[in-house]
């Protein structure tokens, strides 16, 4: 009987509202929420990225324990600053990998839209005096495959993926599969 009423429901609904992606993402939640409950016992609910940032760094990597950090789209760089408070190691080692002049391309999002060149920093990197950090100025495309030729893992790693844009994100999943 639970089922028939859902189904009436939604069957309802769509004829009344339209069909948009909020509407599928909210129509979704009751499931998310079912499988969370099922499948992630005892996993907490964080509001927000700055709260994952502390989860991780207290209660799965340790502030003495040295990361690798490697953030993708940094702006100002408040979430690195973060990761540099909540790590003092001195062996942790950070990279940000940015173009520093704003999206590369016009952006859609679930609410609304952002203009090439939006999240600009003028091409400057943040003011941020640590040793331990190393800004990679260009395109994902054009810095993330050098980096890598290079790069020799030391330390847990840590990958902050704030891109913006869905290709960007893919293409750093992509090309960091083996590290990853």
């Known amino acids: 009987m639970e089922i028939k009423t859902r189904t009436r429901i939604k069957r309802i609904v769509s004829r009344v509202l339209p069909d948009s992606p909020r509407l599928r993402i909210l129509a979704f939640l009751p499931a998310l929420e079912t499988w969370r409950r099922r499948h992630a016992r005892g996993v907490p609910l964080l509001d927000g990225g700055f709260e994952l940032f502390d989860f991780l760094a207290s209660r799965v990597i340790g502030a003495d324990t040295p990361i690798t950090y490697l953030e993708f789209g940094v702006f100002q760089g408040k979430s690195m600053r973060k990761w540099l408070a909540l790590n003092p190691c001195p062996e942790s080692r950070f990279f940000g990998f940015d173009t520093f002049a704003g999206?590369?391309?016009?952006?859609?999002?679930?609410?609304?839209?952002?203009?090439?060149?939006?999240?600009?920093?003028?091409?400057?990197?943040?003011?941020?005096?640590?040793?331990?950090?190393?800004?990679?100025?260009?395109?994902?495309?054009?810095?993330?495959?050098?980096?890598?030729?290079?790069?020799?893992?030391?330390?847990?790693?840590?990958v902050n993926i704030?891109?913006?844009?869905?290709?960007?994100?893919?293409?750093?999943?992509?090309?960091?599969?083996d590290i990853l």
């Not at 003011?127 to 893992?153: C, M, N, W």
């Open 162 to 177: 704030d891109c913006d844009l869905y290709a960007s994100a893919l293409y750093v999943l992509t090309r960091c599969n």
């Open 103 to 158: 999206l590369p391309d016009d952006w859609e999002f679930f609410q609304g839209r952002r203009e090439r060149g939006d999240f600009a920093a003028h091409g400057e990197v943040p003011a941020i005096q640590d040793a331990r950090v190393r800004f990679v100025k260009g395109l994902f495309q054009e810095t993330l495959p050098g980096f890598l030729e290079s790069y020799h893992p030391g330390g847990r790693l840590v």
